[in-house]
């Protein structure tokens, strides 16, 4: 039932992709950096930069893939698949990064409940692997599984991000006629096996939201829905809500068959994203300057 709805739910998204595409200018600012070629990685879902060496790229796929992350380098090649011990994801739809007592943290959000049929929603933490390019399969440990769950009501979830300022964890709904804001501490919660409980913070003017990221000094936040990236520059000492108060600004996004993962680069003004490849279409990994 479910991989029937999926189907039906990728085809309609990629039949109104494709008419967008046809529509939208080509005059935006995107360069196509390389193609998304592997059998392994078919439903690229979220993506982060490697925090070791410039030009590398932390991926996964969604519902369907075991418990992996990938390397791929920035013209779309697959360099290493890591096994994370322990865990069994259902649908994992994005991947944030945080760094704490300077350790590089990798955080897979296991999130996405297309059917609504899950009420406690998993969280897993890792440390980020350090390559040295001699394997091509790598296994490493599970440090925290971190369960969640909404107050008022199920949902579907496909975007998440943490502040680096104060260890957040920020999740962004996606059906919701307008997409709402929830977030817990990564430090000070779930100490044990409790579930951790969110309640909304807030609602953004749009919905369908299908990822999210902040960069690494914590100053600039990108939300994307299937069409729009949108952004917000954070002022000096504002609380992060408060900075998603503000309207918008649209930045330059070419509209991709199934566009479910953005992310900033570490040290340049800059964005990447990258599509699923639905029912083989292609997918690239774009960069803009902002």
């Given at each position: 039932m479910k991989k029937r709805v999926d189907l039906l739910y990728k085809t309609l998204v990629v039949s109104i992709m494709l008419l967008l595409s046809l529509s939208a200018s080509y005059a935006q600012e995107f360069m196509r950096l390389g193609k998304i070629t592997h059998s392994s990685i078919t439903e690229i879902s979220g993506i982060v930069p490697y925090s070791y060496e410039r030009?590398?790229?932390?991926?996964?796929?969604?519902?369907?893939?075991?418990?992996?992350?990938?390397?791929?380098?920035?013209?779309?090649?697959?360099?290493?698949?890591?096994?994370?011990?322990?865990?069994?994801?259902?649908?994992?739809?994005?991947?944030?990064?945080?760094?704490?007592?300077?350790?590089?943290?990798?955080?897979?959000?296991?999130?996405?409940?297309?059917?609504?049929?899950?009420?406690?929603?998993?969280?897993?933490?890792?440390?980020?692997?350090?390559?040295?390019?001699?394997?091509?399969?790598?296994?490493v440990n599970l440090e925290r599984h971190i369960q969640i769950k909404y107050a008022d009501k199920r949902r579907?979830?496909?975007?998440?991000?943490?502040?680096?300022?104060?260890?957040?964890?920020?999740?962004?709904?996606?059906?919701?006629?307008?997409?709402?804001?929830?977030?817990?501490?990564?430090?000070?919660?779930?100490?044990?096996?409790?579930?951790?409980?969110?309640?909304?913070?807030?609602?953004?003017?749009?919905?369908?939201?299908?990822?999210?990221?902040?960069?690494?000094?914590?100053?600039?936040?990108?939300?994307?829905?299937?069409t729009t990236v949108y952004y917000w520059e954070r002022k000096e000492g504002e609380k992060l809500t408060e900075t998603l108060k503000r309207k918008p600004k649209q930045m330059p996004y070419k509209v991709e068959p199934q566009g479910e993962a953005i992310c900033f680069d570490l040290d340049q003004r800059v964005y990447y994203t990258v599509s699923e490849r639905p029912f083989g279409l292609d997918a690239f990994i774009y960069k803009y300057h902002y």
């Open positions: 030009g590398y790229f932390w991926v996964h796929n969604d519902s369907g893939d075991g418990p992996y992350i990938y390397r791929i380098d920035s013209l779309g090649n697959l360099l290493q698949k890591v096994t994370i011990k322990g865990i069994r994801p259902i649908d994992v739809e994005d991947i944030g990064r945080v760094s704490y007592k300077n350790e590089n943290y990798l955080l897979l959000a296991d999130i996405g409940n297309n059917l609504r049929n899950r009420e406690i929603l998993s969280l897993y933490l890792i440390k980020e692997p350090k390559i040295d390019n001699t394997h091509k399969e790598i296994t579907d979830c496909e975007a998440v991000f943490i502040d680096p300022l104060d260890n957040r964890v920020y999740l962004v709904s996606k059906r919701d006629f307008e997409s709402t804001v929830f977030s817990f501490s990564l430090l000070e919660e779930n100490k044990g096996d409790e579930v951790i409980e969110l309640h909304p913070l807030l609602t953004l003017p749009f919905t369908f939201t299908t990822a999210a990221d902040i960069s690494k000094d914590g100053k600039h936040i990108l939300i994307k829905n299937l």
